[in-house]
Nanobody
Framework: QVQLVESGGGLVQAGGSLRLSCAASGSIFSIYSMGWYRQAPGKQRELVAAIIDGGTTHYADSVKGRFTISRDNAKNTVYLQMNSLKPEDTAVYYC??????????????????WGQGTQVTVSS
């Protein structure tokens, strides 16, 4: 199993910044992609940003130019730097990772894991 632990959420005023972190642990063989999703009350979970092995990034239109996703492969950690925050960014932010694990026999198995979520609240 692969566990994802998020940190860095909190309360911030509009225009402020927050940095989210998500560390993956377990019998990880490789991680293909890591990303951040968010879910506001009464809304569906949506992709915020993702980074694929090799460094390709993807952002939702609503956060382009304000959010930056980055990854430390050595630490199996993904970050989301959020600047110029707006009240509409308020949501629970979830980390996601897709990759493969390897058992003691050398067999690999694909995994897809989610973090527990971290609350981001932006006040106006």
């Amino acid at each position: 199993q692969v566990q994802l632990v998020e940190s860095g959420g909190g309360l911030v005023q509009a225009g402020g910044s927050l940095r989210l972190s998500c560390a993956a642990s377990g019998s990880i063989f490789s991680i293909y992609s890591m990303g951040w999703y968010r879910q506001a009350p009464g809304k569906q979970r949506e992709l915020v940003a993702a980074i694929i092995d090799g460094g390709t990034t993807h952002y939702a239109d609503s956060v382009k130019g304000r959010f930056t996703i980055s990854r430390d492969n050595a630490k199996n950690t993904v970050y989301l730097q959020m600047n110029s925050l707006k009240p509409e960014d308020t949501a629970v932010y979830y980390c996601n990772a897709d990759g493969s694990t390897r058992n003691p026999y050398g067999w690999t198995t694909k995994f897809g894991s989610w973090g527990q979520g971290t609350q981001v609240t932006v006040s106006s």
